[in-house]
């Protein structure tokens, strides 16, 4: 009996390790199916983390959420701004003309001679006080203070500066000096960006994203061209394509241009007549064209460069010298009033074939003398309004005489003068991209693509080789910069001494230096200058000291440091630029 209970017992034992290994199979290799299973998980969780979760801890990392909703509330209050800059500039124009329209050139020239004399030359006593008083480096800033922000501070814009110099700019052009709104939304927008990230102390990469951000809002939103603002942005501000400032400015832009368009409708800024291309033939014409248009664009450009050197002979209160300047353009507008302002006026007649051959060719010369006195006079205001304009008045030109020469086969004037507008502002600016589809934006034309490019591609090749650089650059050069050398020369100017050196203990006996022949640096110094008196003295370590005791040693710079940190910002700067 015993012996049959344990049988059974046996029984039930060997029942229940099969029915166990019933529900574990075992492999040929010795492995569970539970086993493989938890192995192939934890593959596949490896490789997504391999994937994708390197990427997503690196965007996560870098803060990109906040960037993409700090790019939506930036263009926002950018395209708001650049909304009130438009009206404040009708504000100050209507006490003078009348109408707070963009048809100023047919208010003037109703108006009494010496109110145009006096209108711009009042304005440029008032610019010139403000500027003297208020404003550093008694001068308005635009664009090229944008790139040098980005280059060399960080992206760092003074707001006060920004909201100022669009005050300026708004009186400029509201008094009718010869210059562009451009110019001051963009700083403006910049100044706005630069708000944000000083206030949560962003990382470099995303405040340089940023900016072009604010950037690319104000261009979008002021003139209606959500892709061209993209475009500026990375052409000009960043002088790259990120992909990761892709998304950013794209949401900026495109918020930007929406509220312009629920504010000023859809409608293009210029009214673009009846065009097409009526034979190939025409392609050496606008070959000859570009050619043209270089012509004009480097005239314009030496131009604006020698008044400005020709100003600076004459020593007299800033004041006087802007109510100088007024005074002149008020002479010129008095017998061309269609100088005055931004002149979307005169441009939209050249394109609708309103003005005859004699009168084109004279703006040319007459917005040339005025927007280059405007702007060595101190008025505040850009130059992309007057490039579009001389490139119509080109264009106009141009096209008057091929249709009249070749009548069966040239296009409408109105083309040309499409093509000479991109031409010149792509030359002036040296931005062929961005300006070509700002064309296509203002004027709503895009079946001249090939005939624009071709035109717009002479003229930047031809000035490019006349004057190596855009006037932006022309105007960094001025200061000293010259940022056109490439990457390695802007972190050699951005880094200072005090990022790299080793500093001496505060508590330790004061050091100070015996040698007077003995190198040395200051805190503030650049990258750029350390590595300049590394080469000279053939030292490896240089005493740093105080600016306000030049003989007491606050720290050492080391040679070895400083090229370190100089290749991790070259490197740091290659990884932005492709990611």
């Not at 293009?268 to 000859?288: C, N, R």
Request: glycine share 8%; charged share 15%.
């Amino acid at each position: 009996m015993q012996q049959e209970n344990d049988r059974a017992g046996l029984g039930d034992a060997q029942a229940g390790t099969e029915g166990a290994e019933s529900k574990s199979v075992r492999t040929p290799t010795g492995t569970t199916t539970k086993g493989r299973q938890s192995a192939l998980l934890a593959d596949v969780k490896h490789l997504l983390d391999a994937r994708f979760g390197v990427n997503i801890r690196d965007f996560l990392a870098d803060r990109q959420m906040l960037v993409w909703l700090l790019a939506l509330a930036i263009s926002i209050l950018v395209a708001y701004a650049a909304i009130g800059f438009r009206l404040l500039i009708g504000i100050l124009q209507l006490p003078w003309l009348g109408t707070s329209s963009e048809n100023v050139a047919s208010a003037a020239s109703s108006l009494p001679f010496w109110v145009v004399l006096a209108a711009p030359a009042i304005g440029g006593v008032l610019v010139g006080f403000l500027l003297e008083k208020y404003m550093p480096g008694r001068r308005a800033h635009g664009v090229a203070d944008v790139i040098e922000a980005r280059a060399l501070h960080n992206s760092h814009i003074d707001p006060k500066v920004g909201l100022f110099s669009a005050l300026l700019s708004a009186i400029s052009i509201g008094a009718g000096a010869s210059v562009g709104r451009e110019g001051p939304i963009v700083h403006l927008g910049a100044s706005i960006a630069a708000i944000m990230e000083d206030f949560f102390k962003l990382s470099q990469g995303a405040r340089r994203t940023l900016l072009a951000c604010g950037v690319a809002a104000a261009v979008s939103a002021s003139f209606n061209a959500p892709i061209a603002g993209v475009l500026f942005a990375h052409e000009v501000i960043l002088t790259h394509y990120a992909f990761r400032a892709l998304v950013p400015t794209v949401i900026a832009s495109v918020t930007a241009a929406v509220i312009s368009r629920i504010h000023f409708g859809d409608a293009t800024t210029f009214l673009i007549p009846d065009y097409s291309i009526t034979s190939y033939w025409e392609f050496p014409a606008f070959a000859l064209l570009g050619l043209t248009c270089a012509a004009v664009a480097i005239i314009f450009e030496v131009a604006l460069m020698a008044t400005d050197r020709l100003s600076w002979r004459f020593e007299m209160p800033l004041w006087a010298r802007t109510g100088l300047g007024g005074l002149m353009v008020g002479a010129i507008a008095v017998f061309f009033p269609q100088v005055l302002g931004v002149g979307y006026e005169a441009t939209n007649d050249a394109l609708q074939r309103e003005l005859p051959l004699i009168l084109l060719l004279s703006l040319i010369v007459a917005k040339t003398a005025a927007t280059a006195i405007s702007l060595a006079s101190r008025f505040a205001g850009g130059i992309f309004s007057p490039s579009l304009y001389l490139g119509a008045m080109t264009g106009s030109a141009f096209g008057l005489i091929a249709t009249s020469v070749f009548p069966e086969i040239g296009s409408s004037q109105g083309l040309y003068a499409i093509l000479g507008m991109g031409a010149v502002a792509a030359s002036v600016l040296g931005a062929p991209l961005s300006t070509t589809l700002i064309v296509f934006e203002l004027t709503g034309g895009y079946t001249m693509t090939i005939a624009l490019l071709l035109t717009v591609s002479i003229a930047v090749g031809v000035t490019q080789a006349f004057l190596g650089h855009s006037l932006f650059y022309w105007q960094l050069g001025r200061r000293g910069l010259f940022l056109q050398e490439g990457p390695h020369k802007s972190i050699q100017r951005r880094l200072r001494v005090d990022a790299f050196m080793t500093p001496v203990d505060p508590e330790a006996e004061p050091i100070h230096l015996e040698d007077t022949e003995a190198p040395w640096l200051m805190a503030t110094d650049t990258l750029e200058r350390a590595l300049r008196e590394f080469d000279r003295s053939g030292t490896p370590r240089i005493a740093v000291v105080s600016s306000a005791d030049p003989t007491l040693v606050i720290g050492h710079a080391d040679r070895l440091k400083a090229l370190n940190l100089f290749n991790k910002a070259l490197i740091d700067a290659a990884v932005e630029e492709h990611r």
